[in-house]
């Protein structure tokens, strides 16, 4: 079991920038899958960047490239998400999850492979 609590939410202009962080109870496993997922009203929740802890192996939604960077600090038992170049479409709350079982391969965006999931946190957009 692990328990994780995100941070860093909030309104900001389309252009600007945020950084989400997310806390962890306790270290993840080496080959573990984490993983930043959003979900905006009226849709489903869909993933955003995942990180292989351990290989800092990362993937990223094609919405999100070039502008999201997903990394982790394993002595602070962290995962961030820094967010740039803002845009209104991105606004939704933001969750991290963290897999229950180890990954060989690229951690992917499908939710079921993450069986821990924090609260969440807002964030808004206005353009």
């Known amino acids: 079991q692990v328990q994780l609590v995100e941070s860093g939410g909030g309104s900001v202009q389309a252009g600007g920038s945020l950084r989400l962080s997310c806390a962890a109870s306790?270290?993840?496993?080496?080959?573990?899958?984490m993983g930043w997922f959003r979900q905006a009203p009226g849709k489903e929740r869909e993933g955003v960047a995942t990180?292989?802890?351990?290989?800092?192996?990362?993937f990223y939604a094609d919405s999100v490239k070039g502008r999201f960077t997903i990394s982790q600090d394993n002595a602070k038992n962290t995962l961030y998400l820094q967010m740039n170049s803002l845009k209104p479409e991105d606004t939704a709350m933001y969750y991290c999850?963290?897999?229950?079982?180890?990954?060989?391969?690229?951690?992917?965006?499908?939710?079921?492979?993450?069986?821990?999931w924090g609260q969440g946190t807002q964030v808004t957009v206005s353009s």
């Open positions: 999850a963290a897999s229950g079982l180890r990954y060989t391969r690229t951690c992917p965006l499908g939710l079921d492979v993450y069986n821990y």
């Open positions: 306790r270290s993840t496993y080496s080959n573990y899958c």
């Open positions: 990180i292989r802890i351990g290989r800092d192996t990362t």
